[in-house]
Nanobody, 122 residues
Framework: QMHLVESGGGLVQSGGSLRLSCSAS????????VGWFRQAPGREREGVSC????????RYAGSVKGRFIISSDNAKTTVYLQMNGLKPEDTAVYYC???????????????WGKGTLVTVSS
């Protein structure tokens, strides 16, 4: 069974930081790209960042570039999203997703977690 479970969301003040974690079970992440997406109320889901471990390739949306960092643990079972300099407009449900490589960010992903809520207060 393939599962993606997000954690680390919460309430933070503007300018603060959070680290989201995506625990991937049933996946060999050498063969997948793992991405973070977000959806704010009343808005379409958007791609935030993506990591392809096998090629050490990272991608970021323009709105988070320079503030967010995607990475994985050495065991390749968890993908992190370090979010710094958070803004109220970053408020959204953040989803972890995975897709077999090759993958073009921010295209559709095959596998999704249930999401974790990030709220940034002004």
């Amino acid at each position: 069974q393939m599962h993606l479970v997000e954690s680390g969301g919460g309430l933070v003040q503007s300018g603060g930081s959070l680290r989201l974690s995506c625990s991937a079970s049933g996946f060999n992440l050498d063969y997948y790209s793992v991405g973070w997406f977000r959806q704010a109320p009343g808005r379409e889901r958007e791609g935030v960042s993506c990591l392809t471990i096998s090629s050490n390739d990272t991608r970021y949306a323009g709105s988070v570039k320079g503030r967010f960092i995607i990475s994985s643990d050495n065991a390749k079972t968890t993908v992190y999203l370090q979010m710094n300099g958070l803004k109220p407009e970053d408020t959204a449900v953040y989803y972890c997703a995975a897709h077999p490589i090759p993958y073009g960010f921010p295209g559709a992903m095959n596998y999704w977690g249930k999401g974790t809520l990030v709220t940034v207060s002004s």
